[in-house]
């Protein structure tokens, strides 16, 4: 038996994450469109990307993974799953990330643009490996991500039935 304050976490859930999305896109726009990648650009980027895995953070750490035991079927199961490889390439994401920023700090090119200074030329002589890591693990937290979200609101569809109550 469901009651109403689930069904009410349940659906504020559904609608955090599915707020982040349009934070993901244009956190991503703003570094596609802006050449070269200022400290203001990046900061700018960041308000927005932070935005968005608070507003998908938040409901799994409150409200879905405390419960995930009490609910363990294979749907569950396969959005816990789908989630948790996410989250596992945003951290592979991450290593990259760190190694890029401490190059590029290292160099003041966040500050001091140079645009004959080349990425790959700063750093360390893995400077592609680390580019590659964050392009591979940002593609692959989008792709579990968009996963989940949709076995989420499979779940969310049948176990709490939204249109069938208009």
């Known amino acids: 038996m ?8 349940a659906t504020v859930a559904v609608l955090s994450v599915t707020a982040s999305f349009p934070f993901y896109l244009y956190g991503a ?9 200022t400290w203001g650009v990046l900061t700018r980027h ?5 935005t968005g895995l608070a507003l998908t953070t938040v409901p799994i750490l409150t409200w879905m993974g405390p419960r995930l035991f009490q609910q363990l079927s294979g749907a569950a199961a ?20 760190v190694r890029i920023f401490l ?3 290292r160099h003041d090119l966040y500050n001091d643009y ?3 200074v ?18 591979i693990g940002v593609f692959g937290y989008v792709l579990f991500w968009i996963l989940a979200y949709v076995v989420g609101l499979a779940r969310y569809a049948i176990k709490y039935q939204p249109l069938g109550s208009l």
């Open 78 to 97: 396969l959005h816990a799953f789908l989630g948790l490889q996410a989250y596992a390439m945003l951290a592979f994401a991450l290593t990259g990330i």
């Open 29 to 37: 726009w703003i570094v596609i469109e802006n050449d070269p990648v």
């Open 2 to 9: 469901v009651f109403l304050g689930e069904t009410a976490i």
């Open 46 to 50: 960041l308000k927005f990307i932070l």
């Open 114 to 116: 140079d645009p004959d």
């Open 118 to 135: 080349l990425l790959s030329e700063i750093g360390s002589e893995n400077m592609a490996f680390w580019r590659r890591r964050l392009r």
């Open 103 to 105: 190059a590029k700090r």
